[in-house]
Nanobody, 123 residues
Framework: QVQLVESGGGLVQAGGSLRLSCVAS????????VGWYRQTPGTQRELVAA???????RYEDSQKGRSTISRDNAKNTVYLEMNNLKPEDTAVYYC?????????????????WGKGTLVTVSS
């Protein structure tokens, strides 16, 4: 089993920044890809950013230039630095892990998931 625990969500004003963290534990040796999806009520989870163990990255278009994903393999931790946040970034952000690259733009049921952390951006 794989356990993913997120932290770092919260309330921030538009234009502000947040740093999300996710610590992985359990049987993670075969899971090369980690990252973040987000979800708002009534919608499917959409990819925010992902990174492989060798540093390949993928970002959703709206995140390019505003967010940076990174990972510390020794600590089994992935980070998402989000800057210039907008109200439309408000969502629950879910950490994920999977073995296949690249992850799809919309979740496909092939991921392990954390429980999520809420990010609220006020205008």
């Amino acid at each position: 089993q794989v356990q993913l625990v997120e932290s770092g969500g919260g309330l921030v004003q538009a234009g502000g920044s947040l740093r999300l963290s996710c610590v992985a534990s359990g049987s993670i040796f075969s899971l090369d890809v980690v990252g973040w999806y987000r979800q708002t009520p009534g919608t499917q989870r959409e990819l925010v950013a992902a990174i492989t163990s060798d540093g390949r990255t993928r970002y959703e278009d709206s995140q390019k230039g505003r967010s940076t994903i990174s990972r510390d393999n020794a600590k089994n931790t992935v980070y998402l630095e989000m800057n210039n946040l907008k109200p439309e970034d408000t969502a629950v952000y879910y950490c994920f892990a999977r073995s296949d690259w690249p992850p799809p733009a919309l979740s496909d049921g092939m991921n392990y998931w954390g429980k999520g952390t809420l990010v609220t951006v006020s205008s």
